[in-house]
């Protein structure tokens, strides 16, 4: 799947496109492999509109898009793979992909009860709420885009950390029964149902302790307004505007207010916490396997599909991942 252009706002039909090549073969130190998933992300979007500062590299037009994929290896070239074996790596969007032996991970196929767990976004979660909220016994949590790849994960993990309440918002009240019922939020604030903040203080009455964000705008302007002396807030992501594009997502705040309140703004990205990966993976397969946490995730079908993966995912259509199997 190739980038044909740049979108202007939202992904339209004719912005990607198919194209049949021949399958390449590995070379020393490469193998060559046969994608079965790949899952589609809100910074995808975002990464069709260039170089903007973001920690990777843009999609250019006339280029396949990567991303993560998980697959089976069917070919090797001078390395310690095999045949059948199972693979993590970036090259996803495409239904074969060489790739260096060294830039993928092995996985265990009996790790996780499914292949999909595998494209989850719980080292994310669990690195945001560990390093970047700093969330502690009997903590409030507020996590916007609580519905969403990150924040479905980041609300769970929080209460496996000792958060006694967990607030969490979305844009889509038909997700709200799901939102409680399944995956633990002791409340949910709705976008575009009354003022975030009138809704988050009845939600928390006593304030909140940590801001989980993944949307930014109205919603963090709101959880500032009620967060407690010595908040922590971690800033994780810019839903509020990445779906027509771009990363960034401007709000006007009163860094007095914050100052008389102790309140501690963490801009956090993943990749500047490498060195707790091994630890997150771990913690969260752990949860995961205890059943202390669930997976939410949606799968759609073929490669020419993947396109509305990721249109439905910005659309607030889905709950949790979005994976396309290929
Ligand atoms: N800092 C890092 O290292 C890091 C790593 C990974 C991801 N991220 C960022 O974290 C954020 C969340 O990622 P994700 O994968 O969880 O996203 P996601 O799964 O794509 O989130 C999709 C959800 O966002 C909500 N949404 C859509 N438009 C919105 C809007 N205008 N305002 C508020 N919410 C909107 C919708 O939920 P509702 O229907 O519930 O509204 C939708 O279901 C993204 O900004 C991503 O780039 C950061």
Excluded at 22 to 36: A, K, M, S
Excluded at 57 to 76: D, I, R
Excluded at 136 to 147: E, K, L, M, P
Aim: proline letters at 6%; glycine letters at 14%.
């Amino acid at each position: 799947m190739r980038l044909v252009r740049r979108p202007s706002g939202p992904l339209r039909d004719g912005d990607l496109g198919v194209v049949e090549v021949p399958v390449p073969r590995p070379g020393t130190g490469e193998v060559l492999v046969r994608n079965r998933m790949m899952s589609v992300t809100a910074v995808m979007r975002s990464l069709m509109d260039g170089e903007i500062g973001l920690p990777m590299p843009s999609y250019e037009p006339g280029q396949v898009l990567w991303g993560p994929a998980v697959g089976e290896v069917v070919e090797v070239g001078d390395t310690d793979l095999a045949p059948g074996d199972l693979v993590v790596h970036q090259q996803g969007w495409r239904e074969y992909a060489v790739v260096e032996a060294a830039a993928v991970r092995p996985v265990d196929p009996r790790a996780l009860p499914d292949l999909a767990g595998h494209l989850s976004q719980g080292v994310t979660a669990w690195l945001g709420v560990v390093r970047g909220g700093e969330v502690r016994q009997c903590d409030t949590v507020f996590v916007t885009g609580a519905s969403g790849g990150v924040g479905s994960l980041a609300g769970q993990i929080a209460r496996m950390r000792g958060a006694t309440r967990v607030i969490g918002s979305t844009g889509s009240p038909a997700k709200v029964d799901y939102l409680i019922g399944e995956l633990g939020y002791d409340a949910v604030v709705v976008r575009g149902e009354g003022g975030i903040e009138e809704q988050l203080r009845s939600a928390a009455p006593d304030g909140i302790d940590v801001v989980f964000d993944n949307v930014g705008g109205e919603q963090l302007v709101a959880a500032l307004a009620v967060a407690r002396h010595g908040a922590r807030v971690a800033l994780v992501g810019t839903m509020s505007s990445q779906a027509s594009g771009g990363f960034s997502a401007p709000v006007e705040i009163d860094t007095g207010a914050l100052i008389m309140r102790g309140i501690k703004l963490h801009g956090f990205a993943v990749a500047d916490h490498l060195d707790a990966v091994a630890e997150a993976t771990r913690e969260f397969g752990r949860g995961l396997a205890e059943g202390a946490i669930v997976f939410p995730h949606s799968r759609l079908s073929g490669i020419d599909e993947a396109p509305r993966a990721l249109r439905e995912l910005l659309g607030g259509r889905h709950i949790g991942t979005v994976v396309v199997e290929l």
